[in-house]
């Protein structure tokens, strides 16, 4: 069965610094890979996704994040935060199924 | 505009009541699904529909029930066997069936509030 773990509870970060949140995952089969962001009180809504294709994946709003099978990480990376990032991130793997991580909360500071 | 609607946005239960959250979807997608949101859980899928007048079990279902009569919609009822109903209920679609179609992107709604007073 797969599984994935979003490593960071929290992250905060100064407005116009690196942002990374991290992601591993376990998968028996060669599984997809998402990233989504929630901001409150709202639904999800897909920033990337991975599915076999190039390694580095870009997103909107300046997101991407890199697939390494041989970490089997899925790390979201934004070289400069910016307010409006401040929201929840979920990574999420899909093979048969469809698991969530815990879910990130960025916070974004002035 | 295309995409999925829930309703209400916030709902207020007393407890021992049944409640039903209404999800719509206009993108002519396959599948549907219903999560449930806790504070620090992530999502936690509680059913989900493939196919019209067919549906399954996800890993939180008990004292939930759905219904899947039409492709655009899927009822959730909250019943009074659910113990701690108190959440943030999401809606999603995907264009394929569960499984197999992986790649798939979900579409979510704006979410319920479910509260019980």
């Known amino acids: 069965a797969q599984s994935v773990t979003q490593l960071d509870s929290h992250v905060s970060v100064s407005e116009g610094t690196p942002v990374l949140l991290r992601c591993n995952y376990s998968?028996?089969?060669?599984?997809?890979l998402f990233w989504y962001v929630q901001h409150p009180n709202k639904g999800l809504q897909l920033l990337l996704k991975?599915?076999?294709?190039?390694?580095l994946v870009k997103g909107i709003n300046g997101f991407e994040a890199e697939f390494k099978k041989s970490e089997t990480s899925f790390h979201l990376t934004k070289p400069s935060a910016h307010m409006s990032d401040a929201a929840e991130y979920f990574c999420?793997?899909?093979?048969?199924?469809?698991?969530f991580g815990a879910g990130t909360r960025l916070t974004v500071k002035p | 505009d295309g995409g999925i609607t829930q309703s209400p946005k916030y709902l207020f239960r007393k407890e021992g009541q049944n409640v039903t959250l209404s999800c719509e979807q206009n993108l002519n997608h396959d599948a549907m699904y219903w999560y449930r949101q806790d504070p620090g859980q992530g999502l936690r899928l509680i059913y989900y529909s493939q196919i019209v007048n067919d549906f399954q079990k996800g890993d939180i279902a008990e004292g939930y029930s759905v219904s899947r009569e039409k492709k655009e919609s899927f009822p959730l009822t909250v019943t009074s066997a659910q113990k701690n109903p108190t959440a943030f209920y999401l809606c999603?679609?995907?264009?394929?069936?569960?499984?197999?179609?992986?790649?798939?992107?979900?579409?979510f709604g704006p979410g319920t509030r479910l509260t019980v007073l």
């Open positions: 999420v793997v899909s093979d048969n199924d469809m698991r």
């Open positions: 998968s028996s089969y060669s599984p997809s």
């Open positions: 999603a679609s995907t264009m394929g069936r569960q499984g197999g179609l992986s790649t798939d992107t979900q579409y």
């Open positions: 991975y599915t076999s294709a190039a390694t």
